[in-house]
């Protein structure tokens, strides 16, 4: 990945918290027991931020003080896939990443991103916690990365300026904006409507300009954002459920003891509850809040008309032998 960091206050922490990490490495400093440094690009109050927050108190707990976790949240350290960059060489030693980035650099990443491949919320988490989301998250290694656990990114759905969406019909011709990914790109263009990349940020602006007539996300999303106030309508698709990642260094985790190892692993492993608690609470609040606020829900009564247009969308991003395993694997648990 090429960088693209620029000279200003966010790029000298950056390069404080890499040097840091160099010189403990290098071993002019003892940095044995200082934090490790955390980014984020959602805000404080977030749950993948309090749960992360949660690991380090469990960290620090159970290494008798030894370890603990110093969180950047709000995007101080840059967009996710800056941080993610500087993660992967050893700049910053953990980082909580959508899996869209994800995506271009280890291709197993693309499997939980599929559109409708999840029944619910339960089939997810199910899937997530068995063998194929570990399976995923090994597959991070080769790439400097090492994946700890997944967090909750809600189920996504359309909403935009015009008018309910109950059949790929009534999405033709809309510009919808979705996040930088091919897959993403490709599942817009495939039910007729036309993929706008975007940033979050410029999301309430260009629904209010007409820049676009619409975006996809989850109900908390929709509120934070305000995009309720410009696209009223909301529409229940439930097209996509894919989780975020709690990734850290491999150069940072390969310096840590077994001992230590697991103690990391498994404080990540028990963050995750407490971040889906927190999860859940803020999607009920969200949607009770935004129904009472006037927002139009409706169901989507019939996705088979959707899912069919998938077809070929998973064909082009899911091609080889152990993709195909592992979606055959979560498919099936979402019988049991």
Not at 250 to 261: I, T
Request: with cysteine.
């Amino acid at each position: 990945m090429k960088s693209t960091f620029k000279t200003d206050r966010r790029g000298f922490l950056v390069a404080g918290l890499a040097s840091g990490a160099a010189l403990s490495v290098g071993g002019c400093i003892d940095h044995s027991h200082r934090p490790l440094y955390s980014a984020d690009a959602h805000p404080e109050d977030y749950p993948t931020v309090q749960a992360v927050k949660e690991m380090g108190r469990l960290l620090k707990e159970r290494s008798e003080g030894r370890l603990s976790v110093k969180i950047f949240s709000g995007g101080q350290l840059g967009s996710e896939r800056d941080t993610l960059e500087i993660t992967s060489f050893g700049g910053l030693d953990m980082n909580r990443v959508n899996l869209a980035p994800l995506n271009s650099i280890a291709p197993m990443t693309a499997i939980p991103s599929l559109p409708f491949l999840f029944r619910s919320t339960d089939h997810l988490r199910r899937s997530l916690d068995g063998e194929p989301g570990e399976a995923i998250l090994r597959s991070l290694e080769p790439h400097g990365l090492i994946g700890l656990c997944y967090y909750d990114s809600g189920e996504r759905s359309f909403y935009n300026t015009k008018h309910p969406i109950k059949s790929p019909a009534d999405m033709k011709g809309m510009k919808i904006r979705v996040q930088n990914s091919d897959l993403y790109l490709a599942m817009i263009k495939a039910l007729g409507a036309d993929p706008i990349p975007m940033a979050l940020g410029d999301v309430y602006q260009s629904l209010v300009q007409g820049v676009i007539d619409g975006a996809e996300n989850n109900w908390p999303s929709y509120e934070s954002g305000s995009h309720y106030e410009a696209a009223q309508y909301y529409s229940l698709s439930r097209h996509v459920m894919a989780p975020e990642a709690l990734l850290m260094s491999k150069s940072r985790w390969d310096k840590l003891p077994k001992s230590d190892q697991a103690i990391v692993r498994q404080a990540a492993k028990d963050s995750v509850p407490y971040m889906r608690e927190l999860w859940d609470e803020r999607v009920t609040g969200a949607r009770t809040r935004l129904i009472e606020a006037g927002v139009i829900v409706n169901e989507v009564d019939d996705l088979a008309p959707f899912i069919e247009r998938m077809r070929p969308v998973w064909d082009r991003f899911i091609v080889t032998d152990e993709q195909k395993r592992l979606v055959k694997m979560i498919e099936d648990m979402g019988d049991s």
